[in-house]
């Protein structure tokens, strides 16, 4: 089985959607982590509320520092977080590294049916790209 881990800075909201979306939809063949640079040390609850809204349970995760995959074997990293808004974390273990750029929804404003709607497009967004670009990888 392949590993990837997606990387961001808080772990909070983007890598903890793709890590649960490729788990779900690609678990037969990727093992999927999510860390951060600077752990937020929760799960954002509407990124919780928008996976549940897809029957995935995240309601028992937590943020997770990238310190703790250094030594993983990882076919894989993955950067989420959107390169031209924030500094994308620099992974320096092992595993070949792509750049996926997502906006955060955590920074969204608005009342908190306009926030939803930035997670579910993000949400939507990862499940389009980061498994077609997985299911690419495993074909070949």
Request: aromatic share 6%; charged share 25%; net charge negative.
């Amino acid at each position: 089985m392949k590993k990837v881990l997606f990387l961001c800075t808080g772990n909070s909201a983007r890598s903890q959607m793709a890590e649960a979306l490729v788990n779900r939809f690609l678990g037969d063949a990727w093992q999927a982590y999510s860390a951060g640079t600077d752990p937020a040390g929760y799960v954002h609850p509407m990124t919780v509320e928008v996976m549940a809204e897809l029957g995935i349970d995240i309601s028992g995760q937590h943020s997770k520092s990238a310190d703790e995959f250094r030594d993983v074997d990882l076919d894989l990293v993955v950067t989420v977080c959107d390169d031209v808004a924030e500094n994308c974390p620099l992974w320096l273990g092992p595993g070949r590294r792509i750049h996926i750029g997502f906006e955060d929804p955590a920074k969204a404003s608005g009342n908190r049916g306009q926030r939803l709607a930035v997670f579910r497009r993000i949400r939507d967004g990862m499940r389009t790209q980061v498994l077609g670009i997985l299911e690419n990888r495993e074909r070949g």
